[in-house]
């Protein structure tokens, strides 16, 4: 079988203008801290349009999921949006009322999560549950709906799919198992899917599998997909367009192929380091110090107390005292740093990452 990926960084290129179906503007997420609430998502700016695939890329702790689950309307009870707008063709999903959600969800947004097994209820036959999704969805005739079962699970790979309908959760493979949730997502015919770390605790052939099943279902069905991963190998494969996500805010954004090949953002370069997987003269493999934080802080730039450029060159006043805004570099992408934000820093050009 051959296990390699199309270039979707060419196709990119080439692609026409695209509707955009997404467009999430200064969104904010807060949770409970001691004496006031914890901003965790701080302005994040972000568009999805039909037939892309954007990556959202960053450490644990970094915002992605709990920004997929804002887009759904699915945080945890003790988060909550506290600002911003999330608008589907021009609507806000924000402000819709329970019974617009719920059209929604599954009907023009859909999702899948990490670990599929975990989110299959044990005690159904999988043919049900995709059967239960795809009658809350497209209300088929009765009579078809096996029929248009099996053929949304073979529409994902999955091998004898008739007989596969009476299996239970337990019964399959984890790759076998997120096919099922995909088949339950493109049961409704949505226009998004999230897919939120997809490919986590599969073996390496199989999350190539997946990848590969996710971009075709992209090409087949126009669909737009917010890919949610901290692999970077993933989405030099897949991906169109990156947004590196760091301490709840986009560090850097732009086309995978430009931002993986020269990135500006001293954090998006550490993150493509270590996915290189290199040691030094010392035989360490390359590593961020210290730990993320995906709460808000006060003034200066969030990635300095880890920022290796700052560690080598001494900190300037710009980055200790004020956060750099989102800067335009090379036409179609951006980063928040002062090194392309203002080429007279002369601490941050001494390191070679200027604009």
Request: glycine share 8%.
């Amino acid at each position: 079988m051959d296990q390699r990926l199309p270039e979707a960084a060419d196709d990119a290129l080439a692609a026409p203008a695209r509707d955009v179906l997404l467009d999430i503007r200064n969104l904010h997420v807060s949770i409970p801290g001691k004496g006031s609430s914890k901003t965790i998502i701080d302005g994040l700016n972000l568009q999805l349009r039909s037939g892309e695939i954007v990556a959202l890329v960053g450490e644990s702790g970094s915002g992605k999921s709990m920004t997929a689950l804002s887009l759904m309307r699915l945080l945890p009870s003790a988060a909550s949006i506290t600002g911003g707008q999330v608008l589907f063709r021009g609507r806000d999903v924000l402000g819709m009322g329970q019974a617009e959600l719920n059209h929604l969800r599954g009907g023009h947004i859909a999702m899948i999560f990490q670990q599929p097994q975990a989110m299959l209820d044990p005690t159904s036959r999988v043919g049900v549950q995709v059967a239960e999704a795809l009658w809350k969805h497209r209300r088929p005739d009765r009579s078809s709906v096996k029929e248009r079962v099996i053929k949304l699970l073979a529409d994902v790979g999955i091998p004898a799919p008739a007989s596969r309908i009476d299996c239970y959760a337990h019964e399959l493979s984890g790759g076998m198992a997120q096919r099922v949730m995909m088949a339950a997502a493109m049961s409704g015919e949505p226009q998004i899917l999230i897919a939120d770390e997809p490919t986590t605790a599969l073996d390496v052939t199989v999350q190539v599998q997946i990848l590969k099943l996710l971009d075709e279902q992209r090409r087949k069905r126009n669909l737009a997909i917010l890919l949610i991963t901290h692999d970077l190998s993933i989405v030099s494969a897949i991906a169109d367009r990156v947004a590196v996500m760091y301490a709840g805010r986009i560090v850097e954004e732009g086309p995978a192929r430009d931002i993986l090949k020269q990135p500006r953002h001293p954090y998006t370069r550490a993150l493509v380091q270590c996915s290189l997987l290199k040691a030094d003269e010392n035989g360490r493999l390359y590593s961020i110090p210290a730990a993320p934080t995906a709460l808000a802080t006060g003034q200066g730039c969030r990635f300095l107390p880890r920022c290796p450029t700052a560690a080598a060159n001494g900190i300037s006043a710009h980055c200790l005292e004020q956060e750099p805004q989102l800067s335009t570099y090379d036409s179609t992408c951006m980063a928040r740093c002062w090194a392309v934000a203002c080429n007279d820093h002369p601490a941050m050009a001494a390191s070679g990452v200027h604009a």
